[in-house]
């Protein structure tokens, strides 16, 4: 969107107790441009879905009815039963493919359609590849006008920390349920041969955007274009506190209740004591363990 539209939606006002109604035309649209559309741009297992969660969780924690639209799972839903959908199905030139792909796009439109057309939603996270200018000119064309939208592609090159992603993944992916690991991987790392052939990252200096490139290596850098207003802001001081070094690592979490206090000694419930001399020395050592 241009900045004129950015501007006009910002400053509109109804003026009338008719514009006021959500179901006056104008009202409706007005609203409507006040939702948000994030966009995830990247090749297979460069942590779209990760990322997707995690700004899922934040932005409804501030209080933004937030839904997380996975492309990839309406194509699993529209799948038959016997078939297969191996890396060749990703073909570019695999025809079939193509419609099977585009009619899962079309049903998880039509979805964030109805949800942003609802009055408690306000941000759609689309996740998909969307690795081509072609697709993405498709969902400007949808978007554009009716609600703001913004690309964020993410982007990693490091081979130890892709080797890391493709294993999680693996273990999870409904595509390779029941399948071996090691061949799960090899017809993975196939299908994103077949993306990398169409890949076209993001250049558009004209669109709104937020590159992460390497961040998880502790190496490499964001790169934030025209991203301006309230919701897009924290969603940048959000990456930049959830994309750092060490992120794709696996990392344990340990849940402990505090050591023996003052009012445990007396058999007293609740309150808030000091703790108790082997208290004290339970916490000494906790992060020895």
């Not at 990760?50 to 700004?55: A, Q, S």
């Not at 408690?120 to 996270?125: D, L, R, T």
Request: net charge neutral; charged share 30%.
């Amino acid at each position: 969107e241009d900045e004129e539209e950015e501007e006009e939606m910002q400053t509109v006002a109804p003026t009338n107790s008719l514009a006021s109604s959500p179901k006056h035309p104008k009202a409706k649209k007005a609203m409507e441009r006040m939702k948000l559309v994030i966009i995830m741009v990247g090749l297979p297992g460069r942590g779209k879905t990760f990322l997707c969660n995690k700004l899922k969780c934040y932005l409804n924690w501030l209080g933004h009815s937030t839904q997380h639209i996975n492309v990839g799972s309406y194509r699993r839903l529209q799948k038959p039963v016997d078939e297969v959908q191996s890396a060749d199905f990703f073909d570019k030139n695999n025809t079939h493919g193509m419609e099977a792909r585009n009619r899962a796009l079309d049903a998880a439109l039509s979805d964030l359609d109805d949800y942003l057309a609802s009055e408690s939603g306000q941000v759609v996270i689309f996740d998909a590849t969307n690795t081509t200018e072609e697709r993405r000119q498709k969902l400007v064309s949808h978007f554009h006008g009716r609600y703001q939208y913004l690309f964020i592609e993410s982007i990693c090159n490091d081979p130890k920390v892709l080797e890391q992603n493709y294993r999680f993944k693996m273990m999870y992916s409904p595509d390779y349920k029941g399948v071996d690991m090691d061949k799960a991987i090899s017809d993975f790392k196939e299908r994103i041969c077949k993306y990398e052939e169409v890949y076209e990252p993001i250049s558009n200096r004209n669109v709104h955007y937020i590159k992460l490139i390497d961040m998880v290596t502790g190496r490499g850098y964001m790169d934030v274009n025209r991203i301006s207003g309230y919701i897009p802001g924290k969603i940048v001081f959000f990456l930049m506190q959830v994309c750092k070094a060490g992120m794709a690592q696996a990392r344990k979490i340990w849940l402990t209740r505090h050591g023996e206090s003052e009012f445990n000694l007396h058999g007293l419930i609740g309150g808030d004591s000091n703790l108790a001399a082997r208290g004290e020395e339970y916490a000494r050592l906790l992060p020895d363990l």
